[in-house]
């Protein structure tokens, strides 16, 4: 089926650092997400964007945060500076009309 | 409450065994996603449901959004089905919230 990419599959930063996360999206998928899971705990929604625009975004996503889809490459996920509590398994989705999403197989961002 | 009330949050079977899940929703959401995570975290996605029922091998789901409740269901539990499974809703503004997941554990 059609496979969403993330890159790096692991990153190990010092706090204060900024890190960029990246996802490949399905190519001609039109919604794109980003999904924050703590060791041991549930999924939880940061951010959907789509048409260049953040459309919803949840508590999680601090200031901090930030996405973007420069010319239609990767959709990056951006924290600057990283804190202890930004490390966990962060997952990529993509969708083709906002509907079932597909998702990577995630990167975990380990923040010293 | 919790947008999403996934139970049991953990499940023990023997080989063989049938059982299912159930996702309760607060509010009405327009569609639904399970998955499963295995001991490496990927998530592999079983379903996506509108409404309705769909099977895939030992494996269906049903999503009814009136009664605001989807339920997957197991048959002839394997060992390769372990893992934890989750349900994903999404409402009418497209967010999608994460069911509190199912920590599932076949034993022979």
């Known amino acids: 089926g059609p496979k969403v990419l993330q890159i790096p599959s692991h990153q190990i930063i010092d706090m204060g650092q900024m890190v960029t996360l990246n996802c490949d999206p399905v190519?001609?998928?039109?919604?794109f997400y980003w999904y924050k899971q703590i060791l041991g705990q549930q999924m939880e929604f940061l951010v959907n964007f789509y048409n260049g625009k953040v459309m919803e975004k949840s508590k999680l996503f601090k200031d901090q945060f930030s996405v973007e889809r420069p010319d239609g490459s990767y959709f990056t996920l951006k924290i600057q500076p990283t804190a202890l509590e930004d490390s966990a398994v962060y997952f990529c989705?993509?969708?083709?009309?906002?509907?079932?999403?597909?998702f990577g197989p995630g990167t975990r961002l380990t923040v010293l | 409450g919790m947008p999403v009330e996934q139970n049991p949050p953990a499940l023990s079977l023997y080989e063989g065994a049938d059982s299912g899940l159930r996702c309760n929703f607060s509010?009405?959401?327009?569609?639904v996603q399970w998955f499963q995570q295995n001991h490496r975290g990927r998530l592999i996605t079983l379903f996506y449901l509108a409404q309705g029922t769909k099977e895939n091998g030992r494996l269906k789901s049903t999503f009814n959004s009136k009664e605001r409740y989807s339920t997957l269901h197991i048959k002839d539990a394997q060992l390769e089905d372990s893992g934890t499974y989750f349900c994903a809703a999404s409402s009418n503004t497209d967010k999608v919230v994460f069911g509190t997941g199912t920590r599932l554990q076949v034993s022979p």
């Open positions: 989705a993509s969708s083709l009309l906002g509907y079932e999403q597909y």
């Open positions: 509010t009405t959401m327009k569609s």
């Open positions: 190519s001609n998928h039109l919604y």
